[in-house]
């Protein structure tokens, strides 16, 4: 008496509802990643790429490592710049303020310049280097 079957049966797994999980989940992870992160702060960045012709001459707020501060290639004191970032937007209009901030200083240094700007009312850009 031969009792062995002679067919085998395979092990199967069903997938069909695996891309409806992973849909939910990468929605999910989604929804998180965006709520997980609220105070960040949103810098305009300039494109190197870009250049606008029809644009006012900008107004350039340089500071170096030493916290000198310069408008235009001219040295002012820091008590002395929201006058100064003033008197240039009524001189050119209301220009776009570039800001280039040396890298080995704090952000507080950063923020104490962008909150004249906010104070003023002026666009404010941080001037960065192009990637290589």
């Known amino acids: 008496m031969n009792l062995r079957r002679r067919t085998r049966e395979h092990a199967e797994v069903s997938t069909e509802s695996l891309n409806d999980i992973m849909f939910f989940l990468l ?16 810098l305009l960045l300039p494109n190197s790429k870009e250049k606008s012709e029809h644009a006012v001459k900008p107004i350039y707020l340089i500071v170096d490592k030493e916290r000198n501060y310069y408008i235009n290639n001219t040295p002012i004191r820091f008590d002395q710049l929201e ?6 937007m009524k001189k050119n209009g209301v220009p776009t303020v570039v800001v280039k901030i040396d890298q080995g200083l704090s952000v507080q240094d950063l923020v104490d310049v ?15 280097k192009p990637s290589t």
């Open 114 to 128: 962008l909150q004249i700007g906010d104070k003023l009312k002026v666009k404010m850009v941080l001037a960065t």
């Open 27 to 42: 929605l999910f992870f989604l929804i998180v990643a965006i709520l997980g992160n609220p105070n960040v702060i949103k």
């Open 83 to 88: 006058p100064a970032i003033t008197f240039e």
